[in-house]
């Protein structure tokens, strides 16, 4: 799709790296094709955001902070998680307000951190990037990236453009699956209720393929679909955009 237009480097997250590696080959798959000179910094480690909202936040300042000096030298940073773009974008600040060293180079770093379906469409202006996948699609938008970035018509735009595909919308998309890190643990009934609803509603839609933009929600919505026998495959928006090209 031409020549190179921009550098990035890519912060794959640790549940992509640990569990789903694959989608993180979609990721450079997908950015490469789309021109993208892509590098990926050796040390990276969390965003921090577990220890974040758990309250530990001077365990996860220190996390911040090694991660702000592993891509120091990056131009723009893409990663496939809205979650933890929106720690980066909300929780940084909030650690080092007030420290006149690192409130300044968390800030540089926010303002060069994108979400995958954002940085395609924002920063690439591509809404179509040649994926050909012949499936019925919906889509869930999770709670993070939706609200808390206000990143939610980027993914759509581009499984509309994807050739063959039939987009569904999910209804009451953006219901939280029930996830949200450390609650769903603390209050497990209350988040398999969530889920409970958020399966339903996939199962109400007719969709073979579920797509997302964060692994942990995926993750989620997977489990409960697999308990249950229902045959939805659960894909990250990377892996259908890596598809028939």
């Given amino acids: 799709m031409g020549g190179v237009i921009l550098k990035a480097s890519l912060f794959v997250t640790c549940i992509a790296d640990m569990m789903y590696a694959d989608v993180g080959r979609s990721v450079v798959n997908v950015l490469k094709r789309s021109g993208v000179e892509l590098d990926f910094p050796e040390g990276q480690t969390c965003c921090g955001q577990p220890a974040y909202s758990s309250g530990y936040h001077r365990e996860a300042a220190d996390v911040a ?3 702000i000096e592993v891509f120091e030298k990056s131009e723009r940073i893409v990663m496939p998680s809205g979650s933890c773009a929106s ?3 909300h929780g940084y600040p909030t650690l080092f307000a007030g420290d006149p060293v690192w409130e300044k180079r968390a800030e ?3 303002h060069k951190t994108y979400e995958f379906s954002q940085f395609i469409v924002d920063v690439l202006g591509l809404t179509d990037v040649g994926a050909t996948f012949r499936k019925k699609v919906t889509y869930h938008s999770s709670c993070h990236m939706s609200r808390l970035l206000g990143i939610e018509e980027q993914p759509k ?3 509309k453009n994807v050739r063959d595909l039939d987009f569904v919308e999910l209804p009451y ?3 939280c699956c029930g996830f949200g890190g450390t609650f769903s643990v603390k209050m497990a009934d209350i988040s398999g209720a969530i889920l ?3 399966v339903d509603n996939v199962i109400a839609t007719g969709a073979e393929v579920l797509a997302g933009s964060d692994l942990t929600c995926l993750m989620n919505i997977s489990g ?3 308990r ?6 659960v894909m990250h928006l990377a892996q259908v955009l890596d598809q028939g090209v």
Avoid at 228 to 233: A, E, F
């Fill in 65 to 67: 902070k090694k991660v």
């Fill in 87 to 89: 720690m980066i974008h």
């Fill in 108 to 110: 540089e770093f926010v």
């Fill in 157 to 159: 735009l581009l499984l």
């Fill in 173 to 175: 998309s953006y219901d």
């Fill in 196 to 198: 409970e609803e958020k």
């Fill in 224 to 226: 409960r679909l697999s």
């Fill in 228 to 233: 249950k026998g229902y045959p939805v495959k």
